[in-house]
């Protein structure tokens, strides 16, 4: 698919569908004669979108987790105070998060090029999360704290988060386990 041609409707609504399916059963069991006969259409759709599985399901995580980071940014926007901010972003990670099972997830885990995007989300979130801390700081409702140390202690949860672990050591949900993130991380940073 050249990158520059934009998509017709009709693969557009393909590639919904297709994030769709994925987003709740996973992909690594799914071969592209699975992919077209669960999205009703031929073979020939689907390679019109990425010439390869690999390459189609690269496609479909980094429009998931761009879609995410978006939804969190606008959502972010509306606050205006630093803590809510802060606690703002790491609620709505949860919330962009929460349409992706936990075999999403694990798949992504296993096949290196989704892991590489999530890898990369997951830097520029931490770079956010810096970001609003030294904002907090600088309006002086956050004490003055190392604000890349605070951050990557924030990044190492949502790693655990996503990859499951977190879930298995708490029974907590992903969402769940963001609030509870928020919380510690407003609370510590406060004056």
């Known amino acids: 698919m050249n990158p520059l041609r934009p998509l017709t409707r009709r693969q557009s609504q393909l590639e919904t569908a297709l994030l769709e399916l994925v987003l709740a059963e996973g992909f690594a069991h799914l071969t592209v004669d699975d992919l077209a006969v669960r999205l009703g259409c031929s073979k020939r759709t689907l390679y019109a979108l990425a010439p390869s599985k690999e390459q189609l399901v690269t496609r479909t995580v980094r429009l ?19 803590a809510r901010r802060l606690t703002r972003y790491l609620e709505e990670v949860a919330t962009a998060l929460s349409p992706a099972s936990r075999q999403f997830m694990a798949d992504v885990s296993a096949f290196t090029p989704a892991a590489e995007i999530y890898e990369l989300n997951t830097q520029l979130a931490t770079k956010r999360v810096r970001e609003l801390i030294a904002e907090g700081i600088g309006a002086r409702e956050f004490r003055d704290v190392h604000a890349f140390f605070v951050a990557e202690v924030v990044a190492a949860t949502m ?31 406060r004056r």
């Open 159 to 189: 790693r655990r988060i996503g990859s499951g672990e977190l879930q298995q050591a708490t029974g907590l949900t992903d969402a769940e386990a963001y609030r509870h993130l928020a919380d510690v991380a407003v609370s510590a940073l």
């Open 64 to 82: 998931f987790f761009r879609s995410a980071a978006e939804q969190v940014e606008q959502a972010t926007r509306r606050s205006r105070s630093p």
